[in-house]
Structure formats: structure tokens, C-alpha cells
């Protein structure tokens, strides 16, 4: 990845202070390898948090959302029902167990999947659906967890983007069959690369830590259940070592700090823009009532007519980082190739080429904020 050298970088990686410290207390240990004493308490903290029956750090969420569609039994034809607005991950979990990403259109105020679609998606050879929680807001799940429930679905969350975040007072990542953290650099609460898997079910329990660890039982053998450890099934090392282990410990401390720094900044583009929305220049995100959201991202919505690239451009010309998100899966090379669109693309492809992403990390003064609002509103002809 390039550094971004903008006079304002759209992220800006948050360090504790602890970090270092962790590090060099697990060299000190002189445990390098996974599952030592800092993997305990970010499993720990994990668990304590989403109430889940299993927590287990991976080296990423696109490790977890592998590991998820071994533990479903993922085979060649089975269909899984997700948004195309999405990262590559979602979809290339499942495609790699030799399924079909199906592809159904998302929400106009959420821009998440949306389940009035799902339904009329499945078919005999649907196994699961994969929910994707778009800036750390959640997906409608109950009417999700409901349809699954009836139909015989597994449903995964996708909440890369959701740590700290919750739908009814319930952690995203709690609410399905399994979900998927990440703590890549880019995210809230990292650990450069990095993700965990979030498991819901008392019965993928035990499996969850067998694929874990290429597919034997060892982790039971350190718990002392079993006498030896054995190849038991598929799996691969999805685990990370304790160095990034102890540097998310420091960051894991501060998640709650982290996230409420960030939704003050926020807080701050969603009061300067207010009037550019009011004006119908652009459209803020929307988080529904029942959602608690972590303040991920600040995106806007640019109006139709509004020249998305002519923005985009005027942002670089200053030196500030301001990007577009999502090509949807559907209409990208491999999403061709592997998926099939179910319905019409419509929200998906309007609103993808709609959407423009501004900087937001934990210390951006409000006054990187003014300035960025102030350019948004001059380039869509408004007076700052
Ligand atoms: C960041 C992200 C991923 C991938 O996370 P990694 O930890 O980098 O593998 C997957 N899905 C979504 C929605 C993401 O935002």
C-alpha cells in the first residue's frame, strides 16, 4: 500500500501508547507463536463483549470469513445470498470453497443488503446468506434472522466494519451464525493486519478451533482434554502470532476511547453538512434508530447531476484524500465470472458512483473538518 502523503491523509493510523510496551513484553515471554497470554485476553475481551460461545483472533476478516465458509461445509454449486456493494472478502471466501456469490440489491438509506430481497434469491442450493454491515451500521437482522431461520439458512456477518458497533443493544458479529472482525490498519481498532471470528453456535465451538489450527485438535491438547493432538479434518493457520496479539491488547483497552473520539469528529461533518443536505446537495448517512453505530466512516451521497470526479479532483488538487468506495462485486471481472445477479442492480449501481468518502480518524481537528466541508460545499456551488 502506498502512504498516503495528503496534507490531509484520509486515515490516519491510531497508536495507544501501549503497543510497544506489549510487544516487548511478549519478546520478553519469549512466546512468539499464537494463543500465548495476549491472544487470551483479546479472546477474552472478544467474548466478554459479544457474548459469543467462541472468540478467536485470525490473521484477518478475510481469514475469518474463509474459516466461516469451511465450518458451514461450503461445496461446489451451494449459493450464498450477499450485497455486490461490498469487499472482494465477502465474496472470495465462499467462491473459494467453489460457491456462488448471489447477488442482491441493497438499501437506499443504509446501503446495506436489503432483506425485503433475499427471500425471492433463495433457491435449493442456497446455504447461507452473507450480510455486510456498511460503516459499522447494521444490517435490518431480525427480519434477516427470521428469513434464515424459516428457509434453513446460516447467516455471517461480515462486521469488518462493525466492532463497537450494535443492532437493539446486541455487538454486531453477535446476531448470526458467525462473524467476522477486522483490525486492518484501516479500521477502528487495529493491529495492522489482523480480524477475529465470532462464533455463535455452541456446535462450531470446537471445529472453529480445529480449522483454526490446520485442522487438529491441538488447542484442546493445551487445554489438556485430550492426550494428543491429531489431524481431525480441513483446515489451515488462520491464527496470528502474539506480537500482533499484544499490540490489538493495547489498542482492544482503548476500543471504547477510540470509538467515542471518532464519533465526536463524526459528529462534527454531520453538523457542518446538515445544510449542504438541506439544499439537496448531497445526502448524509443514515443510521437507523434501532442501530448504535462506531464511526467508522463519513460518507456523502453527491446528488445525480453532480460530477462526482470533478470533486474528487478538486480534493486532490488541495492535498486532501477524499476517495470513492465499492466497484460493486457484480460488475468486476471475477464477479462476472463466479456470481449471478439476482434482481435488478439499481441502489447498488446508482448509489456506488454516488458515494464519496471523507478523511475521518481518531485526532482530525475540527477545524481539517471545516476546511474539507468548506471545499465540499464550494466545488458543489454552495456557499461555505
Ligand atoms: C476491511 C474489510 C474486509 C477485509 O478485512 P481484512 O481484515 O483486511 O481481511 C472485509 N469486508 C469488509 C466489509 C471490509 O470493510
Not at 123 to 139: D, L, N
Not at 185 to 201: D, F, M
Not at 250 to 256: H, I, P, R, S, T
Not at 356 to 383: A, C, D, N
Request: some cysteine.
Amino acid at each position: 500500500m502506498k502512504k498516503d502523503n495528503s496534507r490531509i491523509p484520509f486515515n490516519v493510523p491510531h497508536m495507544t501508547g501501549k503497543e510497544l510496551n506489549y510487544i516487548a513484553q511478549a519478546h520478553f515471554n519469549g512466546m512468539l507463536a499464537g494463543d500465548g497470554p495476549f491472544t487470551k485476553s483479546c479472546h477474552d475481551w472478544l467474548q466478554m463483549r459479544t457474548n459469543a460461545k467462541k472468540a478467536l483472533l485470525t490473521n484477518s476478516c478475510t481469514a475469518a470469513l474463509e474459516m466461516a465458509a469451511l465450518l458451514l461445509d461450503i461445496a461446489p454449486g451451494d449459493e450464498v445470498i450477499m450485497p455486490s456493494f461490498t469487499f472482494v472478502s465477502t465474496a472470495n471466501a465462499f467462491v473459494l470453497r467453489g460457491a456462488v456469490p448471489v447477488f442482491v440489491d441493497i438499501r437506499l438509506d443504509t446501503l446495506n443488503i436489503d432483506e425485503r430481497l433475499i427471500e425471492d434469491a433463495i433457491t435449493s442450493r442456497t446455504k447461507a446468506i452473507a450480510v455486510v454491515h456498511y460503516a459499522g451500521v447494521s444490517c435490518e437482522m431480525d427480519i434477516i434472522m427470521d428469513i434464515a431461520a424459516r428457509r434453513g439458512l446460516f447467516v455471517v456477518e461480515d462486521a469488518a466494519q462493525g466492532v463497537m458497533s450494535s443492532y437493539k443493544g446486541r455487538p454486531l458479529g453477535s446476531i448470526g451464525d458467525l462473524g467476522a472482525y477486522s483490525f486492518h490498519e484501516t479500521k477502528n481498532v487495529i493491529s495492522g493486519e489482523g480480524g477475529a471470528l465470532i462464533v455463535n453456535r455452541e456446535d462450531f465451538a470446537v471445529q472453529s478451533e480445529i480449522i483454526r489450527e490446520k485442522g487438529t485438535d491441538r488447542t484442546r491438547f493445551f487445554r489438556g482434554e485430550v492426550d494428543k493432538y491429531t489431524w481431525q479434518s480441513i483446515g489451515s493457520s488462520f491464527l496470528p502470532g502474539e506480537l500482533i496479539a499484544a499490540f490489538l491488547w493495547a489498542q482492544l483497552e482503548e476500543a471504547e476511547a477510540i470509538t467515542n473520539k471518532r464519533l465526536v469528529s463524526w459528529q462534527v461533518y454531520d453538523k457542518l453538512i446538515e445544510p449542504l443536505e438541506v439544499a439537496g446537495a448531497i445526502r448524509r448517512p443514515i443510521v437507523p434508530a434501532e442501530c448504535t453505530h462506531n464511526a467508522h466512516m463519513y460518507y456523502v451521497l453527491v446528488s445525480p447531476d453532480t460530477d462526482r470526479q470533478a470533486v474528487l479532483n478538486e480534493f486532490r488538487r488541495q492535498s486532501i484524500a477524499t476517495v470513492f468506495h465499492y466497484i460493486p462485486l457484480h460488475s468486476s471481472p471475477a464477479g462476472i465470472r463466479y456470481g449471478r445477479v439476482h434482481g435488478s442492480m439499481e441502489v447498488t449501481t446508482t448509489q456506488s458512483e454516488r458515494l464519496i468518502r471523507l478523511p475521518l480518524w481518531f485526532g482530525i481537528t475540527s477545524e481539517q473538518q471545516r476546511e474539507i466541508v468548506g471545499i465540499l460545499s464550494k466545488t458543489l456551488g454552495m456557499q461555505p
